[in-house]
Nanobody, 118 residues
């Protein structure tokens, strides 16, 4: 079992940046794909970004490509999401998730709120 805890969310003006962190415990994440998702109330959760266990494969939603960067530090059991050039439409609760084999994600964090003001 893997426990995931996100941090780093907050309120930022449009054009600003935030860095989300995901701390994993209970098991090393080095063998798992790590992903970030987001959800707005009343809408389905949507994929944002993912990184393979080796870091060799990264995947982004078209809406964030070129602005967001996913990274991981397996030695620290951490995953990150650097978000630049934020837009009001990026406002959502952001979730970290881990997958033994995509597309199914087995573990989820509790989420962190990101609010981008215009």
């Amino acid at each position: 079992q893997v426990q995931l805890v996100e941090s780093g969310g907050g309120l930022v003006q449009a054009g600003g940046s935030l860095r989300l962190s995901c701390a994993a415990s209970g098991r090393t994440i080095r063998s798992y794909t790590m992903g970030w998702f987001r959800q707005v109330p009343g809408k389905e959760r949507e994929f944002v970004a993912a990184m393979s266990w080796s870091g060799g494969g990264t995947y982004y939603a078209d809406s964030v490509k070129g602005r967001f960067t996913i990274s991981r530090d397996n030695a620290k059991n951490m995953a990150y999401l650097q978000m630049n050039s934020l837009k009001p439409e990026d406002t959502a609760v952001y979730y970290c998730a881990g997958a033994r084999k995509t597309p199914t994600y087995d573990w989820w964090g509790q989420g962190t709120q990101v609010t981008v003001s215009s």
